[in-house]
């Protein structure tokens, strides 16, 4: 998985690779430069080959990930031991990522929580059970999550470090474990990481546990991973990628399982034929999704009020609502006393933003209680959007639903507009394909 990596290395790699001097003998008492480390050193190096690759990976690299290419391309080669040195166990909060991403690792390893409506998706699983209870489940609470909405937790490879707490969100909340047929293999034979103290045994496969394949998808809540199998840093190591949104705008989120390089040549061949098929894999993913190219916006904000029954009447003998404490609220969950009554202003932004750049525009229905003015200006803000697009962009606007006509009305923008009809529900059904009478009769003619 992606590790944070902290170090203080500073490697004097030029990417040109000039030959290495030939070294003088030291002044007495001093340590040779001859035995200095080399990190540009790589046995049998083909130069040129070697120059163009570095080049390439730094230009990649840029600012943001310098130090994946800094351990990856120079250290982790010839260094295990500063590789491993410069990835330390250290707590760093719990935190929201995207929307429907959480970061619940710990500074050397990673550990991931996907939120759906209908429970938790934890990606890897640290070490061991104390992290998976003082860092992982403590994170979930941290971020405002429970812990017993866990359903799956997927392992990406089996190493220690990313099974280690696995078994401990299975015994406390039943969730089940996803991994590949190759690395359960892996996890039911004894392993080098049994010896070490600070791994927990890994998890055998019980009978709910699943076992993925290339090109799956486990589905919860509306919410689809998709799988692939990337072999080489483990025999089956996952990748997965995901839908997250930023703010109620739609993203696709990749994860590598395993990035980090094996040491023989069939390995790390075998890790850049897993990479190439993850690019494709990555690329059909990103074609897929502009095809779609749906953007679904909901409200990020929204104005709620308590409603007070009165001891008015209306028309039809029932109670008035009187609506107190009119304010703007941000917080997903309306408050237990409350109602929402219209989009807040930063909605009502989206929105407007989002109608200025349509060529087609099919609006039905208003954003809130556009009768009481207090609950007006999301609706106003959406006519004078749709109004503006039609009149300056050209266009084509229309209007279903008599709430929706009598708004734009109120907004005395009603012929600012393509086109306006009070059946709301029956453009919808309209739309959907279904035959209306009355307009099946008027075309037979
Ligand atoms: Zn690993």
Redesign the pocket.
Known sequence: MFKIFRTGLMLAATYQLAAFPTFAQPVEGRQPVSGYAKPVAYPNANVAAVSASFNRARKIAGDDLYTYFDTLCIQDQLYKQRTNGAQYDGVIPAQKVFDNLYYIGQMSVSAWAVKTPQGIIVIDALNNADEARDIMEAGLIGVGLDPKDVKYVVIT?S?G??YGGAQYFKDKYGAKLVASAADWDVMAKPSFFDKIRKFDVAPKRGADDLTVVDGQVLSLGGEDIHFAVTPA?TPGTLSLYFKVTDNGAPHLAGMYG?I?MPRTDDLKLLQLQSMAHWADVAKAALAKASQRGVKFLLPVDDVVAVPVKTDKLDKKGKAVIDYQNARVSTDMNCPDDAAGLDIGPASAKAFSDEVATAKTILWNGPMGLFEDKRFAEGTNAVARAVAEATQKSGAKSIIGGGDSVKALNKAKLGDKVTFMSTGGGASLEFLEGQVLPGVAALSDK
């Open positions: 490879h190493h470090d990313h840093h395993g980090g």
